[in-house]
């Protein structure tokens, strides 16, 4: 006896096929999400602490300034108020990139979190993962930049350290 197949037990074949494909991309794809998703979260956790941390130090004298920033309460009167001034701007710029970077970070982690639901469909894993990415490089860009902010607002008295770090830092 002769049996035929039908065409349409062919097709299903071919898309079980390519559907274990799909899940295995799918799966590389979320794999890669974790381990980004660890750099989202050492970013969120260092943008945080250097939060609190703030260059400088805070003012710890019986003044009504107690407890606040060093680099924040810097008088601009006198001779000193130009470098006071570039001083307490490198450290507003340090706070602002500060939280943009923590904002950046924790955006990535809610984006990777999101996609580690069960997701089929691999593009919309592919632009999860997309998304997060910029995220993360954006979030590092802006740590670094607020790296840069801090270093120059605690060392802004030493033209020769300035140099050095802007030098080094962008070579």
């Keep these: 006896m ?11 074949k071919k898309e079980s096929g390519s559907n274990i494909e799909s899940e295995k991309i799918i799966s590389v ?3 890669t999400m974790k381990s980004h998703m660890i750099v989202a979260a050492l970013i969120a956790t260092v943008t945080f602490a250097a939060g609190f941390t703030l260059p400088g130090g805070y003012v710890q ?7 606040m920033a060093v680099l924040s309460t810097l008088p601009t009167n006198g ?7 570039v001083t307490r701007e490198n450290f507003e710029s340090f706070v602002r990139e500060d939280s943009i970077a923590m904002l950046l970070s ?3 982690i809610v984006i990777y979190f999101i996609a580690s639901f069960p997701i089929k469909d691999m593009r919309t894993v592919g632009t999860y993962l997309l998304l997060g990415n910029i995220l993360t ?15 120059l607002a605690v060392v802004s008295t030493s033209s020769f ?3 050095i770090t802007i030098v080094t830092l962008y070579v």
């Design 2 to 12: 002769v049996s035929m197949r039908s065409s349409s037990s062919l097709e299903i």
């Design 29 to 31: 794809m979320k794999k």
């Design 61 to 67: 004298s019986g003044s009504n300034n107690q407890g």
């Design 79 to 85: 001779t000193d108020g130009y470098l006071a001034a």
């Design 106 to 108: 924790m955006s990535a």
């Design 137 to 151: 490089l954006l979030a590092m860009l802006a740590m670094v930049i607020a790296f840069l902010d801090g270093l």
């Design 161 to 163: 350290l300035d140099r």
